[in-house]
T-cell receptor
Framework: NAGVTQTPKFQVLKTGQSMTLQCAQD?????MSWYRQDPGMGLRLIHYSVGAGITDQGEVPNGYNVSRSTTEDFPLRLLSAAPSQTSVYFC???????????FGPGTRLTVT | AQTVTQSQPEMSVQEAETVTLSCTYD???????LFWYKQPPSRQMILVIRQEAYKQQNATENRFSVNFQKAAKSFSLKISDSQLGDTAMYFC????????????FGKGMKLTVNP
């Protein structure tokens, strides 16, 4: 049981490049979310999904896309990376009837 | 909109002592969950303790306990017998019961346990 996995752990991009952050969970959780963590800001919700085929925007969705084709996977796409997207990104999942979310190990992204 | 406030950005405590981390929140919901997460230097987010708002009894997990005051919208974390491994960022978080899975986090507090 791997829990929530994220790849890559570290990534450096140039401004304007695109990439996809991968997230997978093996706990059959309905809910999955993406957060970004910036110093002094806590974690802010980017996008979330309540089940396969259903996604919605969080607090800071601009510049990011998501899709949820399967229960297990919830990739986050950066369409055209900007220095303001330099951050640590966390994926999380939870079961509908249980409150807490389980987090992946995070991806540190630097955009130059 | 719900908000979570952690007013103390940083604290330090001596090993084996007790420390209390404060958290207040604002919501119009009646049913919700509250959490404390720990983030050590490894960056991993680790759930420390959770509290359901409908439960009057304060949650405890070994050396960790909460003081949940629903009317005051206060949710503090007490760490007893502090250990060096407790050094971490601590985040208070709120989630309404039912509906979406939106977790709202406070900005965090850095706790340092000194030997």
């Amino acid at each position: 049981n791997a829990g929530v996995t994220q790849t890559p752990k570290f990534q450096v991009l140039k401004t304007g490049q695109s990439m996809t952050l991968q997230c997978a969970q093996d706990m059959n959780h309905e809910y999955m979310s993406w957060y970004r963590q910036d110093p002094g800001m806590g974690l802010r919700l980017i996008h979330y999904s309540v089940g396969a085929g259903i996604t919605d925007q969080g607090e800071v969705p601009n510049g990011y896309n998501v899709s949820r084709s399967t229960t297990e996977d919830f990739p986050l796409r950066l369409l055209s990376a900007a220095p303001s997207q330099t951050s640590v990104y966390f994926c999380a999942s939870s079961h509908q009837t249980v409150g807490e979310q389980y987090f992946g190990p995070g991806t540190r992204l630097t955009v130059t | 909109a719900q908000t979570v406030t952690q007013s103390q950005p940083e604290m330090s405590v001596q090993e084996a002592e007790t420390v209390t981390l404060s958290c207040t929140y604002d919501t119009s919901e009646n049913n919700y969950y509250l959490f404390w997460y720990k983030q050590p230097p490894s960056r991993q987010m680790i759930l420390v303790i959770r509290q359901e708002a409908y439960k009057q009894q304060n949650a405890t997990e070994n050396r960790f306990s909460v003081n949940f005051q629903k009317a005051a919208k206060s949710f503090s974390l007490k760490i007893s017998d502090s250990q060096l491994g407790d050094t971490a960022m601590y985040f208070c978080a709120f989630r309404p019961q039912g509906g979406s899975e939106k977790l709202v986090f406070g900005k965090g507090m850095k706790l340092t346990v000194n030997p």
